[in-house]
């Protein structure tokens, strides 16, 4: 994934304002130019933790879906985050760790939303279960939706 503006590699749409523009020009932008770059407004302007998206309505519930990922950390990370521990603060390898493997769950779960014909995910929660020692699971699910634009 390449942003239009800065030309960056991201992982995944997740770091995207918009369906061409990561988050970071988003917020550079002005106004006007913010607004032109929603239209049109992509799944991921639709996908919120509320059950309602503003200035739409929901026509059509398609149920519940989820995105899943299952990580394990690797050895060195482990020592190099060990080693974080004891220093104390941020242990930012394993920050590292959890926000890919919650960018990926979040990925998966909105590629599964277009894929049952939804333009919209409401109520995303993300849920975290370690399997084994080292082994987490990561769950994002949420309630896919058809939403339409309110009359004015
Ligand atoms: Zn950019």
Do not use: W
């Not at 770091?15 to 991921?44: D, H, L, V, W």
């Not at 996908?47 to 200035?55: R, S, V």
């Not at 690797?74 to 590292?96: D, K, M, R, V, W």
Request: proline residues 3%.
């Amino acid at each position: 994934m390449k942003c239009e503006r800065c030309g960056r590699e991201y992982p995944s749409r997740y770091y995207f304002r918009t369906k061409t523009i990561c988050t970071e020009c988003f917020k550079k932008m002005n106004p006007e130019e913010q607004r032109a770059s929603m239209q049109p407004r992509g799944i991921y302007a639709m996908t919120t933790t509320a059950f309602t998206i503003d200035g739409y309505e929901i026509v059509k519930s398609l149920g519940v879906i989820r995105g899943l990922t299952v990580r394990s950390r690797s050895i060195f990370g482990t020592i190099g985050a060990g080693l974080q521990t004891i220093i104390g603060g941020n242990i930012t390898l394993f920050t590292e760790l959890c926000e890919t493997t919650r960018s990926e769950a979040y990925e998966l779960l909105v590629t599964h939303a277009e894929e049952i014909g939804a333009n919209g995910v409401i109520g995303i929660r993300y849920d975290a279960t370690e399997v084994t020692a080292g082994v987490t699971e990561v769950l994002c699910y949420g309630t896919a939706v058809v939403v339409k634009p309110l009359q004015a």
